[in-house]
């Protein structure tokens, strides 16, 4: 009976479903980009936030080293351990832009055609330091844009205005710095839009006059959002695993009377 319960269990974990996961994470458990369009070293100094959009600065097509993939050890140099983590799942997540000043933007997208799942996730965070108005602050944009129906059906612009105008709620201050303490998790619903083509893009970039910083991180773009922290077993396989252990214990109890 013991042996009958344990193979049930494992029989069970291996045929479990798997949550839906024909498109994860966006590459970067890979360790790289290498399914994203990334533009690094655009210098926008004398672009305003009201032109400086992700399409502009991938379409420069400059390239660099301002922005990186980075691991779970990373640890913000600006506002440390008050960030918190900077990989939200798994083992990577990408930084947009560098985390200096210099009057540089940076940029990163990815098109997904003939999605047909149900819902779209991705997670991020920011740090923009605080200075000059709306119009030249650090700043950063994300849209998720349906490509099919020619609509922007996520958009955020936040920037660093030193007056707080430039942000909301989800932000904290330490140092100047404008951040989020909590990943941002974008979740949305596209059971109705099966087939279309999707484009997530984000922009980060320092101030227009050079002097402050801006950027932000990006992690679990894909069909589900992943679990936080590192090697946490999916709710499924919690239960299932569980089930197997009530089995066992079931057995033993049947055994011993």
């Known amino acids: 009976m013991k042996k009958t319960a344990m193979g049930m269990a494992i029989a069970a974990l291996v045929a479990a479903p798997a949550f839906a996961a024909s498109f994860v994470n966006g590459g970067f458990e890979d360790g790289n980009t290498g399914s994203w369009s990334v533009a690094d070293s655009y210098y926008r100094a004398g672009v ?12 420069s097509g400059s390239t660099g080293t301002h ?4 691991g779970t050890s990373y640890v913000d140099p600006n506002v440390g351990v008050a960030l918190g983590d900077t990989v939200y799942g798994g083992n990577y997540a990408y930084r947009v832009e560098d985390t200096t000043w210099g009057g540089y933007a940076s940029a990163i997208s ?10 779209i996730f991705f997670a991020w965070k920011a740090v923009l330091l605080g200075a000059h108005g709306i119009s030249d602050a650090a700043t950063m944009r994300l849209t998720l844009r349906d490509d099919t129906d020619g609509v922007n059906l996520i958009d955020r612009t936040y920037n660093a205005a030193d007056d707080g105008t430039g942000v909301d709620a989800r932000f904290s201050v330490l140092n100047d710095n404008f951040y989020t303490p909590l990943w941002q998790i974008e979740q949305l619903s596209v059971a109705g839009l099966s087939g279309h083509t999707f484009t997530l893009s984000v922009l ?21 959002i992943p679990d936080p922290g590192n090697n946490v077993p999916e709710p ?18 049947r055994k011993n009377v």
Not at 48 to 59: E, G, K, R
């Open 48 to 59: 305003d936030n009201t032109t400086l959009t992700p399409a502009l600065v991938l379409a």
């Open 67 to 70: 922005s990186a993939v980075i």
């Open 110 to 119: 990815q098109t997904v055609a003939n999605y047909t799942d149900t819902d």
């Open 204 to 224: 980060a970039a320092d101030c227009q006059p050079t002097g402050h910083w801006g950027y932000v991180y990006l992690d679990g773009f894909g069909a589900r």
């Open 236 to 253: 499924a396989s919690l239960a299932l695993v569980g089930l197997g252990l009530a089995g066992l214990a079931a057995s033993r109890r």
